[in-house]
């Protein structure tokens, strides 16, 4: 039997693909936000001192991420993700002026590798080689498992890593490294094109879900925070969104897709990862110069990756936890000298904004990933969703999907009533 009804907790990405998914199903549900928007850390807004819509950070996906495009079709997202036809990565490095593009054939036989044209300047098939062990790994840090230097580790593995992980990569989980790995390197370019929400994530992603639930008669309620869940049994019975609890029905089921932090604070014995990694993003209102890849990998600055849109130049780093206590300004001042050597800009900074995300995403090392909780819980009823749950990926837009899917589908089966 299909429960009557399935209360979502949280309109972030994860929430939404709960709902979304619960939705299509024939199932009624009821998604609540804490905020005023939906979107959690995805999320995009209005900024005064701008003048220009921007999002918190700039969360890159890739082609082959199946939960991305089967969210985006069920609900009807039009805009297009922005991107080159091929799984091509630009880089520069800032101390000493060379660039390199690394450019992935499309098939997943890896024969780029094997071309001295297309390889990474000053690498050698054997760093290559090595990197290829990581698959094999299941357990323990990265650098158990891979060499940690040579041009491929520094000049693509690192960087690219560094800004899956948001973890450093040497001390990374080298099980979540390799199952990234196998489901994009491994099925080559056609899996690994990078994918950019353009003009915002809300118009990518947001804005269509929620439209697509008001639609059908199911809106987001915002500006409603859970207090309190009420046990009894193996069951949640009440809900308390801040007036005392409030009884849900035999037949009914709840999906909390909150924060790691917020979760534990609701459910009792609930072990979850309680490290986290920053990210520090910053935004130029001024247009990349023409010709500018839509992103560019840096080496040897402050700023690490540059994403170019038609109204302004985003900077993000990820693992920042060193940047979050320093001065915005002088942040932004850091950040503005490696985008002026890495486009060739001799113009004065213009106006920005400094996006300082504390806790980010989970800090992906061994031990914390080990307290990623499964997706069902103790109560029949209750089901977790969120990239902090054991989705085997890291925090990342795609893993927030798929733990929506899952949650969907384990809630839509449950014995209820």
């Not at 790994?137 to 593995?157: K, L, M, P, S, Y």
Request: proline share 7%.
């Amino acid at each position: 039997m299909k429960p009557e009804r399935v209360t979502v907790v949280g309109a972030g990405l994860a929430g939404l693909s709960a709902a979304v998914a619960l939705v299509r199903a024939g199932i009624p549900v009821a998604v609540a936000e804490a905020a005023p928007r939906a979107g959690g850390r995805c999320r995009s807004y209005h900024d005064p001192q701008l003048g220009l819509t921007i999002d918190n950070g700039n969360h890159l996906v890739l082609s082959g991420n199946q939960a991305v495009a089967r969210f985006r079709a069920a609900v009807g997202a039009a805009p297009p993700l922005a991107g080159p036809d091929e799984a091509a990565f630009a880089f520069r490095d800032l101390t000493n002026g060379e660039s390199w593009t690394v450019r992935i054939n499309a098939g997943p036989i890896p024969w780029w590798v094997l071309s001295p044209g297309r390889r990474l300047p000053g690498s050698q098939l054997s760093e290559y080689l090595s990197l290829a062990r990581l698959l094999a790994a299941r357990d323990g840090r990265i650098d158990a498992h891979v060499a940690t230097d040579g041009a491929v580790w520094t000049r693509f593995a690192q960087p690219v890593l560094l800004a899956a992980l948001n973890t450093a990569p040497a001390e990374a989980s080298a099980r979540l490294a390799a199952n990234l790995f196998r489901e994009t390197l491994v099925k080559g370019g056609g899996a690994m094109q990078p994918r950019i929400a353009e003009p915002t994530l809300a118009a990518a992603f947001v804005d269509p879900a929620v439209d697509w639930l008001a639609a059908e008669r199911q809106p987001v309620t915002f500006n409603r925070r859970l207090h309190g869940i009420g046990f009894q049994d193996d069951r949640v019975v009440s809900l308390d969104w801040g007036r005392g609890p409030e009884a849900i029905g035999d037949a009914e089921a709840v999906i909390l897709a909150v924060p790691s932090w917020a979760a534990t604070a609701l459910v009792p014995g609930l072990q979850a990862p309680d490290e986290f990694r920053a990210i520090v993003n910053a935004h130029f209102a001024v247009p990349a110069p023409a010709g500018a890849p839509a992103m560019l990998g840096l080496i040897g600055g402050t700023a690490e990756w540059l994403f170019a849109f038609p109204d302004r130049i985003s900077v993000t780093v990820s693992a920042a936890d060193r940047l979050v206590d320093i001065d915005r300004e002088t942040l932004a001042r850091q950040f503005w000298a490696d985008i002026s050597v890495a486009y060739g800009i001799d113009a004065p900074m213009p106006r920005w904004q400094i996006v300082k995300e504390k806790r980010a995403t989970f800090a992906a090392t061994p031990e914390q990933e080990a307290k990623r909780p499964p997706t069902a819980t103790r109560w029949r009823n209750l089901f977790l969703a969120g990239d902090w749950t054991a989705t085997g990926l890291p925090a990342t837009i795609e893993g927030a999907l798929r733990s929506g899917e899952t949650a969907a589908r384990l809630a839509a089966g449950a014995a209820l009533g």
